[in-house]
Nanobody, 126 residues
Framework: QVQLVESGGGLVQAGGSLRLSCTAS????????MGWFRQAPGKEREFVAA????????YYKDSVKGRFTISRDNAKNTVYLQMNSLKAEDTAVYYC???????????????????WGQGTQVTVSS
């Protein structure tokens, strides 16, 4: 069963940048869609970005479009989230996931394989 490890989070001032990485172990995900989600304290987990395996097409939450870029390196079983122009509202724990269901939207958390890991904390100060 695939295990995902997120890294790259930290504390950054508003307007700064971070690059998150997600590396899989146990199996490859070169043929799977991948997604990034985030969860702030007291809030539900929400979709941030996704990338398809077939043509590397990408999808983004409206509020991060133009600021975040998702990419993948299949040879390294790694997906990245480059985050620029960070805002305080981006503060959350960020999780990556492998899509497991093609019958539900790529934008929905239930479309991804669990269990979810510990994620990586991103804190943006104003």
């Amino acid at each position: 069963q695939v295990q995902l490890v997120e890294s790259g989070g930290g504390l950054v001032q508003a307007g700064g940048s971070l690059r998150l990485s997600c590396t899989a172990s146990g199996r490859t995900f070169s043929s799977s869609d991948m997604g990034w989600f985030r969860q702030a304290p007291g809030k539900e987990r929400e979709f941030v970005a996704a990338i398809r395996y077939s043509d590397s097409s990408t999808y983004y939450k409206d509020s991060v479009k133009g600021r975040f870029t998702i990419s993948r390196d299949n040879a390294k079983n790694t997906v990245y989230l480059q985050m620029n122009s960070l805002k305080a509202e981006d503060t959350a724990v960020y999780y990556c996931a492998v899509r497991s269901s093609l019958w539900t939207s790529i934008l929905r958390p239930e479309s991804y394989r669990g269990p979810w890991g510990q994620g990586t904390q991103v804190t943006v100060s104003s």
